[in-house]
């Protein structure tokens, strides 16, 4: 069916604090995970993905934390900038199935100077 | 390197009209998506593509066609605009080879599409 919501979840954070973006995955059996950025009028842009066999993945300001016993994946952003404003999602796939990743509906991240 | 092009970016239609949606890649990927972003929905496949000449449904295709004629181009249709197929569509595409699939899907800028 289809959902209803048309209002996304919203982190307000300062300027140079870090954010933390929250994710719960659907499929137990999913082993590759990807966290994509997407700006107003822009098509999503990668920041990150990590694999099954790992429960933390760093980047540039950026940190993703696995946890397959909850089934919940995190995104940090170390010293969060006005451009970091943006919706942030998660994406989810099991690699030895299906080559379709599953989105979720995303975070809007809203970062104040 | 341009990635992920999809033409046009907005297009305005009436009810029963049909058009075409080109998306392009030159980074010689394998598959090729289309989605469909709604408000609070997020994206929805329509249909993929695992090769040139081979295409697949998605969990949304009713309404829609596609054809993959070339490598690095993925065309979607609408035979007959709809309303509720007023949405911003966006195209992807990923590697393919050893370790495809635990490749991100690249994606283009979309294309802003209203039915009247």
């Known amino acids: 069916g289809e959902s209803v919501g048309l209002h996304l979840p919203t982190l307000s954070v300062q300027e140079g604090d870090n954010s933390i973006i929250n994710c719960a995955y659907s499929?137990?059996?999913?082993?590759?995970f990807i966290w994509y950025k997407q700006e107003s009028g822009k098509g999503p842009q990668f920041i990150i993905d990590?694999?099954?066999?790992?429960d933390k993945r760093q980047g540039q300001r950026v940190t993703v934390l696995l946890n397959k016993t909850v089934k919940h994946l995190s995104l940090q952003i170390a010293a969060t900038q006005p451009g970091d404003s943006a919706v942030y999602f998660c994406?989810?796939?099991?690699?030895?199935?299906?080559?379709?990743?599953?989105f979720g509906t995303g975070t809007l991240l809203a970062v104040q100077p | 390197n341009a990635g992920v092009t999809q033409t046009p970016k907005f297009r305005v239609l009436k009810t029963g009209q049909s058009m075409t949606l080109l998306c392009a890649q030159d980074?010689?990927?394998?598959?090729m998506y289309w989605y469909r972003q709604d408000p609070g929905m997020g994206l929805r496949l329509i249909h993929y593509?695992?090769?040139?000449?081979?295409?697949a449904k998605g969990e949304v295709p009713d309404g829609y066609n596609v054809s993959r004629l070339k490598k690095q181009n993925f065309l979607l249709g609408l035979e007959s605009a709809a309303p509720s197929q007023t949405s911003v569509y966006f195209c992807?595409?990923?590697?393919?080879?050893?370790?495809?699939?635990?490749?991100?899907?690249?994606f283009g800028d979309g294309t802003r599409l209203s039915i009247l």
């Open positions: 994406a989810e796939l099991n690699t030895g199935a299906t080559n379709k990743l599953i």
């Open positions: 593509s695992v090769g040139e000449g081979t295409t």
């Open positions: 990590i694999r099954s066999n790992m």
């Open positions: 980074m010689n990927h394998e598959y």
């Open positions: 992807a595409s990923t590697g393919a080879g050893k370790g495809h699939s635990n490749q991100p899907q690249h």
């Open positions: 499929n137990s059996a999913s082993d590759y």
